[in-house]
T-cell receptor
Framework: DTEVTQTPKHLVMGMTNKKSLKCEQH?????MYWYKQKAKKPPELMFV???????INESVPSRFSPECPNSSLLNLHLHALQPEDSALYLC???????????FGDGTRLSIL | AQKVTQAQTEISVVEKEDVTLDCVYE???????LFWYKQPPSGELVFLIR??????QNEISGRYSWNFQKSTSSFNFTITASQVVDSAVYFC????????????FGAGTRLTVKP
């Protein structure tokens, strides 16, 4: 069992749907991350929420929007996604940049 | 910009063989951290080891060992007496800190251990 919990584990959605991916950690970590990973590629950083500040990878399209309700939760809202957005979405948390990031099991997202 | 290179895309060995996964990095910072992660077919990234830029001591943990050499900007990972359960994709990663806590991954090496 991982200490970072992601739900759902699998999601299939149409291009016009709105859905959310949820990520929760109870390790008291101050930083949380969203990554996108395509098949046979390394994870690519999308967003970082660290010490109450959100940082965005400028290449991430606006149809992805993060939300941090509190220090333990980092959600990812999805709207009007494209087929190329199909991927494994990984959430992670860490105490700070010097410490290892702990990853969840991921959400496998398929866009029809 | 920081960069991590894992030149070996795929490696296949027979069980009980030793195998070394290479990692070369580029950074202008004097303070940085290097990591190795394992990603089995289930998809979860599992942390294996962290090394900071000021500590060049090699480390051994069971069948795993790591060789950090700043002179060649390398942080190689060796599995001794490999087992089928070691089959996974292994990522080397570099963190320089800064506002974005940005950790950059190498492309990964897919290790297959055959019985």
């Amino acid at each position: 069992d991982t200490e970072v919990t992601q739900t759902p584990k699998h999601l299939v959605m149409g291009m016009t749907n709105k859905k959310s991916l949820k990520c929760e950690q109870h390790m008291g970590h101050r930083a949380m991350y969203w990554y996108k990973q395509k098949a046979k590629k390394p994870p690519e950083l999308m967003f970082v929420y660290s010490y109450e500040k959100l940082s965005i990878n400028e290449s991430v399209p606006s149809r992805f929007s993060p939300e941090c309700p509190n220090s333990s939760l980092l959600n990812l809202h999805l709207h009007a996604l494209q087929p190329e957005d199909s991927a494994l979405y990984l959430c992670a948390s860490s105490q700070d940049w010097e410490r290892p990031q702990h990853f969840g099991d991921g959400t496998r997202l398929s866009i029809l | 910009a920081q960069k991590v290179t894992q030149a070996q895309t795929e490696i296949s060995v027979v069980e009980k063989e030793d195998v070394t996964l290479d990692c070369v990095y580029e950074t202008r910072d004097t303070t940085y951290y290097l990591f190795w992660y394992k990603q089995p077919p289930s998809g979860e990234l599992v942390f294996l080891i962290r090394r900071n830029s000021f500590d060049e001591q090699n480390e051994i943990s069971g069948r795993y060992s790591w060789n950090f050499q700043k002179s060649t900007s390398s942080f190689n990972f060796t599995i001794t007496a490999s087992q089928v359960v070691d089959s996974a994709v292994y990522f080397c990663a570099l963190s320089e800190g800064g506002d974005n806590n940005d950790m950059r991954f190498g492309a990964g090496t897919r290790l297959t251990v055959k019985p």
